[in-house]
């Protein structure tokens, strides 16, 4: 039987008012959001960034080179034409050659000075061109060589949390390619998910596994042919209109206001 997913909302105190419940085959999710007074320090996390646990903890190792074509997660027959387009950038992604990374557990959000951080209960940094985040990224963390994150490396992600649904949570090889390429409303937050803001939700939202923030704002990636490339969905949209998967074509000057950077570090 598939596992509940719980959709927590992470704040400084890591609120756990949760409630969850399975019936028949429907996951149902409801939490109460309890946000405390941020720490007087505003620093606190921003002075420890760069450590060992600092990263382990914000920044954990996707383990992209783990990726195989023998894979029971991509020996799945396509059941859509999502499914499909998503199948074949995957393979194309595992034949190029695909190294681990860090990558980060929420949206980014910027400091009164205009810097990335990763502190929940924040506005994510929204508003910005992608250009701005290929230079803006770099200086995050260079001694992790601090980069935006490629397609091909969001692609992979997709897939692991496709592994991680399985392995972890219950989900048959086909409910979770349906929830990453078909229908995310219940792993993201869309104008059709539980609790709905029709606004964006802070930074910490909604988790899910290890990660947050998915589908509630687009991911600016690096892109190959073209020079950026925007993926997954996004909070005003629903559920299986723009779905994780989905990858468009972005201006490289635009200051989009409903997507985020997605930062990539070295292991």
Known sequence: MKKTITQKTLYPDEAENLRTRVEGNEIQ??????????????????????????????????????????????QHEPETKNQKDFKERLIKAIKSGLQ???????????????????????????????????????????????RLGLTKERIAFLALLMKELVAEWGYSVSDAWKAVCDQCKDIGHYRDSINPKSKLEPTGSRKVGRWYDLGNTRKITKGEAYSFLLV????????????????YIVDSYFNRCDSVGWTVLSV
Request: charged residues 30%; hydrophobic residues 35%.
């Open 232 to 247: 997954g969905g996004v909070y005003y949209s629903y559920g299986d209109l723009y779905t994780l998967a989905k990858v």
């Open 100 to 146: 681990d990374f860090r990558a980060p557990i929420m949206d980014p959000s910027l400091d009164k000075y205009g810097n990335i951080r990763y502190k929940a209960g924040k506005k994510p940094a929204v508003g910005k061109s992608a250009a701005w985040w290929e230079i803006k990224v770099k200086e995050f963390l260079p001694e992790k060589e601090s």
């Open 29 to 74: 999710i409801s939490y109460d959001m309890e946000i405390n007074e941020p720490q007087s320090q505003e620093t606190i996390l921003e002075e420890t960034k760069g450590t060992k646990e600092w990263l382990n903890k914000y920044f954990p190792v996707v383990q992209a080179s783990t990726l195989s074509l023998d894979d029971e997660i991509i």
